[in-house]
């Protein structure tokens, strides 16, 4: 995690999209975007400006789990959109008790040496969120940095936001969350050791914690899997169940996918598992006999529904 304070040499002088980018959806890429094409036209740096933690965990650390994507997550989503340099900004109560004009003066000018910046319709920034774009340009006019502004992006008559594509995940509707991101909701991790019950059902299962991210409607999930290191790297299709395992008495809630015909030892490797389909609630059979017969068609009922993808 980088302080503004140490920001140098080439790192300085880029085109900065500023923004928690939570799930880097559509429209962090339009704001991205926009400041991509003023790197292009100023031969600058492309850079992204985020915090972390999120400065809702600052301000409200009880409250339930919101995150679309941890912070491993969205650097990597942001390299791979190429992104030159990302500054994440450690978010505390002295970073937070700034003032507008101190976070432009120390923050943009001082600490990162901001050419130009690109922040959302609706960006305030500073304590008590005192600055908003108007705030910005003015700063911008009277410290030398450019000040682009981009508009709300919608899908359809829905605005797109991390607000509505956690609604979607909550009510079960991946397709609809993927629309809205512009790529697969996925959930990234290490693979951690579980109850190992379902090599014991013929479907061994790789586990991830979902602790700390917003938590999708519980249930069965046709997935498709990258594994990011090791040695079976590579992507696979699989069904996956999400939620509490009631058919175990499960009590904290995680992520089972199954990778269909694959073979190997994923613990302690790094799975990026995207949701594709919701395929049906988490539900206690009679017997295991039951529990493999659904999981049967669960599997089958998945592949048919990758095969299209």
Not at 63 to 79: K, N
Request: proline share 5%.
């Amino acid at each position: 995690m980088r302080d503004y304070q140490y920001v140098s040499g080439t790192d300085r002088g880029a085109s900065v999209a500023i923004g928690n980018f939570d799930g880097v959806h559509i429209g962090h890429r339009a704001v991205i975007d926009l400041a991509r094409a003023e790197s292009a036209r100023l031969n600058a740096p492309l850079g992204v400006m985020t915090f972390e933690p999120h400065p809702r965990q600052l301000f409200a650390p009880d409250a339930p789990a919101f995150r679309l994507t941890g912070p491993d997550a969205r650097a990597h989503r942001l390299e791979k959109i190429g992104v030159d340099v990302l500054y994440e900004l450690t978010f505390s109560t002295a970073l937070a008790a700034l003032t507008p004009e101190q976070f432009a003066t120390r923050v943009l000018v001082d600490g990162i040496g901001v050419a130009h910046v690109v922040v959302g319709a609706d960006f305030h920034f500073g304590a008590k969120r005192a600055g908003n774009t108007d705030t910005l340009r003015d700063f911008g006019d009277r410290y030398g940095f450019g000040v682009t502004v981009a508009d709300l992006v919608a899908t359809g008559e829905e605005e797109i936001s991390s607000t509505a594509i956690r609604a979607a995940l909550s009510e079960g509707r991946p397709r609809d969350a993927a629309a809205m991101l512009g790529h697969w909701h996925r959930i990234d991790g290490p693979v951690i050791r579980g109850d190992q019950r379902g090599r014991d059902l013929g479907y061994p299962t790789a586990n991830m914690s979902i602790d700390g991210l917003h938590q999708p409607k519980f249930g069965v999930y046709a997935v498709l899997v990258d594994v990011l290191t090791g040695p079976h790297r590579g992507r696979y299709r699989g069904a996956a169940s999400l939620g509490l395992r009631p058919q175990f008495n499960g009590e904290t809630p995680n992520l089972e996918t199954f990778l269909f015909d694959f073979k190997g030892d994923l613990y302690g490797e790094q799975l990026s598992v995207a949701l594709v389909d919701y395929l049906r609630p988490e539900a206690k059979f009679d017997s295991l006999d039951a529990l493999v017969a659904q999981m049967d068609a669960d599997c089958d009922r998945a592949r048919a529904i990758l095969e299209a993808e």
